[in-house]
């Protein structure tokens, strides 16, 4: 079975049989990692870009290590020292990179619908790496695939996400594919970090972070994202950690064992306490390891591979 799209912009637009298609692709790709020689041949040929026009650890670096592991040529190109920073717009940067002929280009920007601007216009496939607070939909594929590997399954299970859900693009991928994978989904933050009409997220929405993390099966905290906020919204980091942060004595009020999710970067001691992030539970790793298979198998579905038919 193959994914028969060109691009990659949102969780949106994917039917529940595509996101399986991905996580089961994902779940094959993983066996790579654990090669001497990390290499298959599946994208030799193909020329991958990293266009990245807001910082990024994980997401740039798994892509990297996705395409070059499937044998692809990978660029990765830094707008602080391309020909951004002397005023080039983003639709002449996209179409002078796309007479390089490159295969795919993954792209974070801040403004929301970038990457559609450029999936309109060039002939590569294009993967959104983040845009603005609109949607992650690689953060959302990877986080399912780390809960399904540790529970086996997705449908029926809670997941609580807590913490800035306006300002989060990763909220917004992320509700929006638990949902269409069948499980439910809670949403906890102070009022002044929900979104101004929370009926739309699909998402039960509370001010109380214990209700929502209360028979949950996992708990996804998320980053206070002060780089969007204006500076009224979160008056104090210390009020924000009591009232919202994730410390062992709520963990402890939660059901046993739950497992503790983040996308990162981690504000360890605000939205997290170090504890948590480095407990039993925490999948924070797992999620990262889980990204580098993810991407693979966007690649390598992108570009034309067909899923494994068992
Ligand atoms: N989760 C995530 O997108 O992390 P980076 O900003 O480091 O890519």
């Known amino acids: 079975m193959a994914l028969k799209r060109k691009d990659l912009l ?52 798994s ?18 020292v391309s020909s951004v920073t002397k005023g080039e717009s983003l639709l002449d940067t996209g179409k ?57 399954r997705l449908k029926g ?34 009022p002044t970090l929900l979104p101004r009409h929370p009926e739309e997220l699909g998402a039960q929405v509370t001010t109380d972070v214990e209700a929502a993390i209360a028979d949950a099966d996992v708990i996804m905290m998320l980053r206070i994202q002060r780089e969007r906020q204006g500076p009224t919204l979160l008056p104090s980091l210390r009020e924000y950690s009591r009232l919202f942060g994730l410390t062992v004595e709520r963990v402890k009020k939660a059901r046993e064992g739950v497992l503790i999710m983040h996308p990162g970067p981690l504000n360890r001691g605000v ?15 797992d999620q990262v390891t889980n990204g580098v298979a993810i991407r693979m198998a966007l690649l390598y579905l992108l570009t034309g591979g067909h899923a494994a038919t068992n």
């Open 271 to 285: 939205e997290i306490a170090p504890e948590v992030a480095d407990g039993p539970y925490s999948l924070i790793l």
């Open 157 to 190: 299970l809670t997941v609580a996400i807590v913490g800035d859900i306006s300002h989060s693009r990763v909220a917004r991928s992320g509700i929006q594919a638990m949902r269409k994978v069948g499980m439910d989904v809670r949403v906890a933050g102070p």
């Open 63 to 80: 892509f990297e290590i996705a395409g070059k592991w499937l044998s692809a040529d990978v660029i990765n190109i830094s707008t602080t």
């Open 96 to 152: 002078t990179l796309q007479a390089m002929r490159p295969d795919v280009v993954v792209i974070r920007h801040p403004v929301p619908g970038a990457p559609k601007i450029l999936a309109d216009r060039l002939q590569a496939s294009i993967i959104n790496a983040g845009d603005g607070a609109h949607e992650h939909p690689t953060q959302a594929l990877l986080d399912l695939l780390t809960i399904r590997e540790r529970l086996g």
């Open 10 to 61: 949102t969780i949106r637009e994917l039917e529940s049989d595509e996101i399986h298609l991905i996580l089961d692709t994902a779940d094959s790709m993983k066996e790579i990692a654990s090669r001497d020689i990390k290499k298959v041949p599946a994208l030799r040929g193909k020329t991958l870009i990293n266009l990245f026009y807001e910082p990024s650890t994980r997401t740039r670096t």
